[in-house]
Every structure is written in structure tokens, then in C-alpha cells.
């Protein structure tokens, strides 16, 4: 999960463990890529406004080197030109903040389905 807030990130590594899923935070997109592993993850959190590198730049880096993750985006600035570039990007959702601790938790296991399915990259 990456998200430049760190309370939210906090409160959703919380929620999201309690869920049964292991979490992995990042305060930015560098501290992200920079601890990219071989081995990328199963499913992205990905805020869409963190700084000089967005969450939409993060993951148009991941499809470009071949490693394309399951993607959920968040956002505190909803508008109609954010929900069309996450369509274009084949989010699995989009969330504008506040969202509810359910829709993010359906949008992980949808995400997880999708990839251990054969339709995505299992990873």
C-alpha cells in the first residue's frame, strides 16, 4: 500500500491485517520502487496523488518492466479525468476517499481472485 498519508496508512495496515492479509506500507512512490523485491505483490494500494511521482506513473513503470500488478486506486481528489485514467490503466477499483472499510477489503479479494485465476499475473 502506498499512500503519502500517514495515519491512513496506519489505520488501513490495521484494518487490513486484522482482515487476514499481509501488508506492506510505503510512505511514496520512491520508498516503494526503491524497495521493490524481485518478487512484486499480489495486489497494489496505490494512492494516486503522492507527490513528483504519482500513483499513475508508479504503475505505468510496473507494466513497463514487464511486471504488471493487480491495482486499486485511491484518491482524495475525485474527478471525472481520475476515474477515466484508472479505467484506462484496468484498475481493479477505484476508490475516492473516505471510502468505506469494506469496498477496500472486497476490492483486495476481488483483486486476489482475479490474479490466483490464470486472468491476471500471479505473483
Not at 496523488?49 to 507494466?63: K, N, T
Not at 514487464?66 to 477515466?84: K, L, N, Q, S
Request: overall charge negative; some cysteine.
Amino acid at each position: 500500500m502506498v499512500d503519502d498519508d500517514t495515519s491512513l496508512l496506519r489505520s488501513l495496515n490495521r484494518l487490513l491485517r486484522a482482515a487476514g492479509f499481509t501488508v506492506e506500507t510505503f510512505e511514496s512512490a520512491e520508498a516503494f520502487l526503491q524497495a521493490r523485491q524481485s518478487s512484486p505483490p499480489d495486489c497494489l494500494v496505490l494512492d494516486v496523488h503522492l507527490g513528483a511521482v504519482s500513483g499513475f506513473d508508479v504503475h505505468a513503470q510496473l507494466v513497463a518492466s514487464g511486471t504488471p500488478v493487480p491495482t486499486i486506486f485511491i484518491t482524495g481528489h475525485d474527478d471525472a479525468a481520475t476515474r477515466e485514467r484508472a479505467r484506462r490503466a484496468s484498475a481493479v477499483a477505484y476508490l475516492p476517499k473516505p471510502f468505506d472499510d469494506q469496498a477496500l477489503v472486497s476490492a483486495i479479494r476481488k483483486a486476489l481472485d482475479h490474479s490466483s485465476s490464470g486472468e491476471g499475473r500471479e505473483s
